[in-house]
């Protein structure tokens, strides 16, 4: 029996807003920068504690609507050549439907809204949050720093190219406030810090929030679509390994709340893909040794991403051995059957089935009857438990019926977002 313990929201922010950078080096932490450089300009410009929080929050999520490396390394560009509006405007629609996010929605859809000279005031006829206008600058702040050298020596040339912008890109009164920050050279140092995660914490602007099991249910929900919507061909596939873990589960004789767990389980089971480059993910053909070798990573990336959230053990084992075999030949700790968890036997088996019944760029997905066959061989071979087979394969086709009506219903949220980006 496996029991359920609170999870705190500061630390699975902290650790999947590093996760959504880990895809370049010039990014990594990105996120959490703009938090601490946005949090202090909101606090000489005054605003309250609530709002601060809100900016906060918004920032360490403010571009989840950003799916591909080029869009992302298009926005290290100081002056924008492209529509930024497209992934805030993704970002929004992500997250719109999750009350706990209600308040920084409207945030993060307008944190590129130029002030162009009073006029930023509102964006389509809507009036843009102040917090908009913080994160906005907070961001550009961030990309202007050089991160392969000293810092002090570049707070000029960053203060002069901010003020430049001042009433065209950005609010004035912001300019003033971020010109007061920047005086400090706690400010920079704090920013630079490799152990950025602990100023956060030492902000403590969000330490009280724990999650109980829907909310975090919730959140996993938002991070399988960052996770997916990074390749049309893989869109729905964490969403449909949710849904065919949750019911295998059950079929099993899991609990309740272990069920809801194996679908958290199965919405973050590939967050560590997250350092895998997109062109890797959409390659139409077979991949080669050395891109295999960054594939193979993603596995181990999961396991460190979720092993360092509190009370996320559990979860994470089930999540993270999904490439794990019976035999020991899986990857990347080559357990042996008996040390391999029944939850991470069942997310194996629920894997490899939404796997092969979707389509890849380099071939359809199979029809239930041929991944019939395949999950037979394959705990023929040992490399998956035979005894979950013969579960699955005796309930397949109510499994392909749930994994159809999440996934199509995933399908929907996924075209209604601005895919020219990607
Ligand atoms: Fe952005
Ligand atoms: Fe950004
Ligand atoms: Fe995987």
């Given at each position: 029996m496996f029991l359920f313990k609170m999870i705190k929201l500061k630390e699975l922010l902290t650790v999947f807003s590093k996760s959504m950078d880990y895809v370049d080096s010039a990014l990594s932490n990105h996120h959490l920068r703009v938090a601490c450089i946005a949090d202090d300009i909101a606090a000489a410009y005054n605003l309250s504690r609530q709002e601060r929080v809100n900016i906060f929050l918004a920032s360490v999520l403010h571009d989840i609507g950003v799916f591909s490396l080029k869009e992302k390394r298009e926005l290290t560009?100081?002056?924008?050549?492209?529509?930024?509006?497209l992934h805030a405007e993704n970002g929004y629609l992500l997250i719109r439907d999750f009350k706990m996010f209600a308040d920084i929605a409207h945030i993060i859809r307008y944190h590129?809204?130029?002030?162009d000279n009073g006029m930023g005031q509102s964006f389509g006829g809507v009036e843009v949050p102040i917090g908009a206008h913080v994160i906005h600058l907070a961001d550009r702040v961030e990309i202007l720093i050089n991160k392969e050298i000293e810092i002090l020596g570049q707070k000029d040339a960053i203060s002069k190219a901010i003020c430049s912008k001042s009433d065209s890109l950005f609010m004035p009164a912001m300019v003033e406030a971020f010109l007061e920050v920047a005086s400090r050279e706690c400010f920079w140092f704090d920013v630079s810090a490799p152990e950025i995660d602990k100023t956060i914490e030492l902000k403590?602007?969000?330490?009280?929030v724990e999650l109980d099991i829907s909310e975090l249910a919730a959140i996993s929900r938002l991070y399988s679509h960052i996770i997916d919507f990074r390749s049309r061909f893989t869109a729905m596939h964490s969403a449909g390994v949710s849904a065919v873990a949750s019911l295998l589960a059950q079929l099993v004789g899991f609990s309740a709340v272990e069920c809801q767990m194996m679908s958290i389980a199965g919405n973050l089971?590939?967050?560590?893909?997250?350092?895998?480059?997109t062109e890797i993910l959409e390659k139409p053909a077979k991949l080669t040794v050395e891109e295999f070798n960054i594939m193979k990573r993603h596995v181990y990336q999961s396991y460190r991403v979720l092993g360092s959230?509190?009370?996320?053990e559990t979860i994470n084992a089930w999540a993270s051995?999904?490439?794990?075999?019976i035999d020991g030949n899986?990857?990347?700790?080559?357990?042996l059957g008996k040390d391999i968890p029944i939850g991470a036997r069942i997310m194996a088996v629920s894997d490899v089935f939404t796997a092969v019944t979707e389509d890849r760029p380099y071939r359809k997905g199979m029809s239930v009857e041929e991944a019939l066959r395949l999950l037979q061989g394959m705990a023929a071979q040992n490399a998956l438990d035979s005894e979950i087979v013969s579960i699955a394969l005796s309930y397949i086709g109510e499994l392909n019926d749930v994994r159809t009506a999440l996934q199509s219903k995933v399908v929907n949220e996924y075209c209604n977002l601005n895919l020219n980006t990607l």
């Open positions: 560009h100081y002056e924008l050549s492209s529509n930024p509006h590129h809204v130029p002030w403590g602007l969000m330490s009280d089971h590939d967050i560590g893909k997250l350092s895998v480059p959230i509190e009370n996320m051995f999904h490439h794990e075999r899986g990857y990347p700790f080559h357990l």
